[in-house]
């Protein structure tokens, strides 16, 4: 059973950084591709990045130059590095295993019914 726990949400100011962090256990093969994901609210959740199991990486236009998606196999741990927040970026970050490999959106449509509870980022103006 594919689980994931996020951590690494917190309270910055805007311009600051924080780095989220996910812990994947579960699965029992390294080739499969990670997203991360943000519900806002009265939103829904949308994609922000995604990292294939060869390292192929995509990013949505708003969060572009500002984060860093990685992965440490190793560790079955998934990363987003979030420098220059806005506050636009205040919601809740959920990872999610990807049934598609990562090169574009069509990745985020292929996430695994295994969220975890997300972490909260909140960005103060």
């Known amino acids: 059973q594919v689980q994931v726990v996020e951590s690494g949400g917190g309270l910055v100011q805007a311009g600051g950084s924080l780095r989220l962090s996910c812990a994947v256990s579960g699965l029992t093969r390294d080739d499969y591709a990670l997203g991360w994901f943000r519900q806002a609210p009265g939103k829904e959740r949308e994609g922000v990045s995604c990292?294939?199991?060869?390292?192929?990486?995509y990013y949505v236009d708003f969060v572009k130059g500002r984060f860093t998606i990685s992965r440490d196999n190793a560790k079955k741990t998934l990363y987003l590095q979030m420098n220059n927040l806005k506050p636009e970026d205040t919601a809740m970050y959920y990872c999610?295993?990807?049934?598609?490999?990562?090169?574009?959106?069509?990745?985020?449509?292929?996430?695994?019914?295994?969220w975890g509870q997300g972490t909260l980022v909140t960005v103060s103006s």
């Open positions: 990292i294939g199991w060869s390292g192929s990486t």
């Open positions: 999610a295993v990807l049934a598609l490999n990562c090169y574009n959106e069509r990745a985020f449509n292929h996430a695994l019914d295994a």
